[in-house]
């Protein structure tokens, strides 16, 4: 049963589900008011004992139907938390902004939809 507000249940964001970028499959998933990600499977074996079941990604908070803004994102591969922004775009991929200081000199990542445990090694 969903979290109830004002009498109906809470909607889930549009970009709840699993999501894949480079060699990591995100969980997005409601939080605090905000959107939130956490690992649910890595390419490598050894990332995944470190990183399973790690949230990542928090803090976007929904800035218009399809955008969300004001997140972070910790990246385990260099150790650093970098702002983000985000964009549901009408193909249906996610493209997320992904900076320090101003989104200008920040790079984007293209996220795709996975289904959930469609590869070996998904974290429990």
Known sequence: MGLMLHGAPAAAS???GTWAIRDLILEIFDCHDAVCGRV????????RRQDCGRTIVWGLSQAGPETWSG????DP???NTYRLS???ESDGTLHARIYQGIPLFGKTEILTRVPPHSRDGWCA
Request: overall charge negative; glycine content about 10%; aromatic content about 10%.
């Open 71 to 74: 997140g972070s994102i910790y």
């Open 14 to 16: 549009p970009v709840d």
């Open 77 to 79: 591969t260099d150790g």
């Open 40 to 47: 649910a499977w890595t390419k490598s074996p050894q990332q």
């Open 86 to 88: 985000a964009a549901l």
